[in-house]
């Protein structure tokens, strides 16, 4: 057996990485080195990855038509050649080499692309730790003490018209979250957001601009399922990881292209 360089490509990821492995070695071993190769964006378990070889005719994928399947772009003959022997996508029985010689495939070269790796989103129902799903009812409580305890103050309150209104003029470029994906893909992923930025200045602020990462992207193929059911949703994370920012963007998003009513309440800290 001899070690062979795979060239391979994340799906909504820009760039490729190279995985050298003994071509004796099974898919699943193929998975592991992959994961290894860029923790930070693949977080599941290496065995949820969905691997395919990439074909172009009977020869693999050239590196400058990778650009063009990122797009969504017809390849004439691009082909993707699953990694694995049944429809219950079980690990293959076979060896990397003796895959490649099942479906055609020459030696992998320089220039070209190997193996494409779909990352599966994260599961609405994956299972936190205890203390964490405490603290997070915790706060659930205590926002709805607060509420009930502001409910009869409310109610005191004389209904008012309100005769002067600030005209709202933003771009929806700014906030438009169907377009992630294809943001996030291109060679400058980022949104500049001068008219959000103008509009939350002295109300909690807002950037000039944001970087898509790829979390974001999955992030909203999950939540944008559940903005019109029920539940509600809690948004967790370490300071600093864009959690208002995202917010301000979904309300934005529900306001001017769904033309939702929304309530948009923002705690400012003391100056």
Known sequence: MVEISLECAIEGQVGSFDVTIDDGKKVSVLKDAIKAKDTAAITCDAKYLQLSLAK????WLPIEDLRAIRKGEDVPGFERVSLVDTDDEEYSAYSIQKMLQMKG????????IHVLVVVPPPSVGSKRSADEIADVQKRLRLLETDSAAIKPALAAIKPKTLTKFTPLSVHEDEFQ???LSITQQSDDPIVMTPTLHEFWEGFGEFPPHYFVRVEEVMFW???KKMLYGEDRVVI????GVGKSCFLMLIAFYLACIKMEKV???RRLKKR
């Open 105 to 112: 495939l020459p030696s992998p070269q320089t220039e070209q």
């Open 56 to 59: 172009k005719g009977e020869d």
């Open 177 to 179: 979250l169907d377009s």
């Open 236 to 239: 967790v994370g370490s300071p």
């Open 221 to 223: 193929e999950v939540i």
């Open 263 to 265: 309530l948009v309440i």
